[in-house]
């Protein structure tokens, strides 16, 4: 079974903090992806890397930038967290025929 | 006008129902079709691909109409355990790396 673990499942931070999410696939899989999910907007994507330190925008990436270091570690990092950055941020993994393997999501809130 | 449409329901059934969601999409394009199921603060998760000839996996059935532009999610006998959201998701790019969610649509099976 492919394996994404994300750092932690629930974060609290303040407003102009420095934030790193972590996100960790065990299968292999070149291409990585981190979304985020609100209530009415449905799933956001941020960034997408398709190999180690390469990285594309998605359709959201204000406020955030990632790192790819090592093919099986996908960071997020929020620069200056807002309090419109809280959210749920679900990382993935790209399968061999295009479906995608998410992790358990973590959760932040931004005070 | 969305990329990927759903109904967002709920739709409310009786267990042992058969309950039935569409999806429609707006590019022609379009490479992948995925259903996806997410239960209430958890993450995605693929429950079927979707193949140009029709796909079934137990109780669920997928269909895919190109000409029409919308995939469908077929449940038979449905179980209080099917409860949940479901995610229609269509990939766009040549490459398949990135995946258009709809909103999902939620279902709700009673006893």
């Known amino acids: 079974d492919v394996k994404v673990t994300q750092s932690s499942r629930y974060l609290v931070k303040r407003t102009g903090e420095k934030v790193f999410l972590e996100c960790v696939q065990d299968?292999?899989?070149?291409?990585m992806f981190w979304y985020r999910q609100d209530p009415g907007l449905g799933l956001r994507l941020i960034y997408f890397s398709y190999d180690v330190k390469m990285k594309e925008k998605g359709d959201i990436p204000e406020g955030y930038s990632v790192s790819r270091e090592k093919k099986e570690r996908f960071s997020l990092i929020l620069e200056s967290a807002s309090t419109n950055q809280t959210s749920m941020y679900l990382c993935a993994s790209r399968g061999l025929t295009g479906e995608q393997y998410f992790g358990p999501g973590t959760r932040l809130t931004v005070t | 006008r969305k990329e990927v449409e759903q109904d967002p329901g709920p739709f409310n059934v009786p267990e042992g129902a058969t309950v039935a969601f569409n999806c429609t999409y707006s590019?022609?394009?379009?490479?992948?079709f995925f259903w996806y199921r997410q239960d209430c603060r958890k993450e995605p998760k693929l429950l079927m691909s979707v193949y140009s000839s029709g796909n079934e996996d137990g109780r669920f059935t997928a269909q895919l109409n190109r000409a029409s532009q919308y995939i469908s999610l077929l449940i038979r006998d449905s179980k209080l355990s099917d409860s949940a959201t479901y995610l229609c998701v269509v990939t766009f790019n040549n490459a398949g790396n990135m995946l258009t969610f709809g909103g999902g649509t939620r279902l709700m099976v009673k006893p």
């Open positions: 590019n022609s394009a379009s490479q992948s």
């Open positions: 299968m292999d899989h070149e291409n």
